[in-house]
């Protein structure tokens, strides 16, 4: 089982910045995939951006040149940076982890999630 714990969400004005963290209950080195995934009120939670054990990244769209994912190994936690902030960006942020076991196959865990509001 891997716990999952966000922080650093808040508000901010158009234009600004947040940086958010994830802390897992484990090494992330054990962890196949993680990544962080928004939902705003009234639609699906979408996928943000994603890192690999291998530190291979992928961003939606969206969001391409502007937020950065990145890992600490050794503090096990994984990270979002979010520069030019727009007020679409609004959302609750869901940090996610990825395991692939031959007992169980793959597995899903999520965080609690942190709000992220963005003023215009």
């Known amino acids: 089982q891997v716990q999952l714990v966000e922080s650093g969400g808040g508000l901010v004005q158009a234009g600004g910045s947040l940086r958010l963290s994830c802390a897992a209950s484990?090494?992330?080195?054990?962890?196949?995939?993680m990544g962080w995934y928004r939902q705003a009120p009234g639609k699906q939670r979408e996928l943000v951006a994603t890192?690999?054990?291998?530190?291979?990244?992928n961003y939606a769209d969206s969001v391409k040149g502007r937020f950065t994912i990145s890992r600490d190994n050794a503090k096990n936690s994984v990270y979002l940076q979010m520069n030019s902030l727009k007020p679409e960006d609004t959302a609750v942020y869901y940090c996610?982890?990825?395991?692939?076991?031959?007992?169980?196959?793959?597995?899903?865990?999520w965080g609690q999630g942190t709000q992220v509001t963005v003023s215009s």
């Open positions: 484990e090494t992330i080195l054990r962890i196949n995939g």
């Open positions: 890192i690999t054990a291998g530190g291979s990244t």
């Open positions: 996610n982890a990825k395991t692939y076991d031959w007992r169980t196959g793959w597995n899903d865990y």
